[in-house]
């Protein structure tokens, strides 16, 4: 039996929960304080680049199952089910700051008119959905509610794909009659067999943040690795391969590169390293992983301007800002760390990126932002390559030695043939190729 459901927040996560759920058939309306993006998501434009969205938002639009709206308060007092997916940001320290979380929750308790089953989409340190029933116990005396925490495991890039065929669903609950509730939400999923994990609401909380820390702690392990092979002649491809063949290693998140971002893995391991230190854990490989991962960062600096013998005077070619291909998202993307060093440093840069120029140059708009990639190495001193978009992979070689002043590669996601590139005269380095 489909539900009623209020989606607060149509950020990255809300707008995929909210075109998520209602093509399994609910009746979906998402809520937003922004009438001009709620105006946008109603006219079937998402505000977010990620691959199949606009196709299930119009889609759940024209058969009248979702819907967008600014009215807070009558959209939860319409639904039996308020998902709460509102950022939770790291403040100075690492902690997640849960001011929306606790706006969202007053107004849940303002409009509690019947029973609702709240649920936590956004990723929260352990603790919170107690907090929040305590919350709502406080500012709404004797009203009948449960909550759920549901955390997601959306990947930017992927997420529709994740959505709809997750590896497994998470639900902590705390009453058989919430259980059922989200039992019915998620019936779709059911019928495909998707495992679910029933469990506490501390377990829930801490399932989210395990599994991302542990995947930075991959990324980072093979970034280290990766840098003792090129210093020792070693190729690390070959090492990531022959480890991936492991059962008990996989093959997974073992890619050198250029550090870790985007909005969960920063955000999620300072969040851990947070609560360990609130509860006195010790939470010290965390730790070690944050600190290396923004050295990495900072090596990539280290690589270029070894290879071009200083910044001073010389125009460089970034290719790719956003953290990651397949979105527009440059949060803690690499790119931010290699362009301020080559800006801090006297050089000038001509960049390009499918979908992210937009949102860099918010943040760098002195950066000169091209219309193609081969637009950007015009005239450059060297090319660096940040981002792993599928029109890296294949760059024209010859076209783009034509193009360019210089004759340097940094290749941070070793995306090109090294031998091909050598081929045409290119003074090539990638990252942890010995």
């Known amino acids: 039996m489909s539900k009623k459901i209020c989606v607060i927040g149509t950020g990255y996560v809300g707008l995929i929960v909210s075109v998520g759920l209602s093509d399994f058939g609910n009746e979906i309306i998402g809520v937003d304080v922004d009438p001009d993006k709620v105006d946008m998501l109603n006219r079937g434009i998402s505000p977010i ?6 196709r299930y938002l119009k889609r759940n639009l024209e058969t009248g199952r979702l819907s967008f709206s600014t009215d807070i308060d009558g959209s939860i007092q319409g639904s039996e089910v308020i998902i709460i997916a509102v950022g939770t940001p790291p403040k100075e320290n690492g902690e997640a700051d849960l001011s929306f979380v606790e706006n969202v929750v007053k107004s849940i308790a303002a409009n509690l008119n019947s029973y609702k089953v709240i649920v936590t989409k956004s990723t929260v340190p352990v603790g919170t959905n ?17 909550v759920v925490s549901n955390p997601e495991f959306l990947r930017e ?6 959505f709809f065929h997750p590896d497994r669903t998470v639900i902590g609950y705390e009453s058989e009659k919430a259980r059922d509730v989200i039992f019915e939400v998620y019936r779709s999923l059911n019928l495909i067999t998707v495992p679910f994990v029933w469990c506490s609401l501390e377990t829930a909380e801490l399932i989210k943040y395990a599994s991302n820390a542990f995947l930075a702690t991959k990324i980072t392990f093979i970034n280290q690795m990766a840098n003792l092979a090129e210093t020792v002649g070693a190729d690390i491809h070959t090492i990531a391969k022959t480890m991936g063949m492991d059962g008990r290693i996989s093959p997974k998140f073992l890619h050198p590169g250029p550090g870790y971002g985007g909005s969960c893995f920063p955000k999620d391991t300072m969040a851990v390293v947070q609560t360990g ?3 006195s854990v010790d939470m010290s490989l965390i730790r070690a992983v944050i600190e290396a991962n923004d050295r990495q960062k900072s090596r990539m600096v280290v690589k270029l301007e070894k290879l071009l013998g200083g910044f001073s005077g010389k125009t460089i070619a970034v290719l790719g800002l956003a953290f990651k291909s397949e979105t527009d ?7 931010l760390n290699i362009v301020e ?8 840069i001509q960049a390009h990126d499918p979908k992210a120029m937009d949102n860099f140059s918010k943040v760098y708009p002195e950066v000169q932002y091209c219309h193609s990639e081969f637009d950007a190495l015009k005239g450059a001193d060297a090319l660096v390559l940040v981002t792993e978009w599928n029109e890296y992979r294949n760059l024209n070689l010859e076209k783009a ?7 340097i ?16 005269g290119f003074i090539y380095e990638g990252v942890g190729r010995g």
Do not use: C
């Not at 107690?130 to 449960?146: N, T, V």
């Not at 030695?401 to 004759?407: A, D, Y």
């Open 329 to 335: 998202d440059i949060r803690d993307t690499p790119a």
């Open 401 to 407: 030695k034509s193009l360019m002043k210089g004759n």
């Open 409 to 424: 590669i940094l290749d941070t996601r070793n995306l090109l043939d090294i031998n091909l590139v050598r081929e045409k």
């Open 277 to 279: 230190d609130k509860y």
């Open 157 to 162: 890039g992927k997420a529709a794909q994740d």
């Open 341 to 348: 060093g080559i800006l801090k440093h006297g050089g000038k």
């Open 49 to 54: 680049y990620e691959p199949g969205v606009e």
């Open 130 to 146: 107690r907090w929040i029933k305590e919350k709502l116990e406080e500012y709404a005396p004797g009203k009948d509610f449960d």
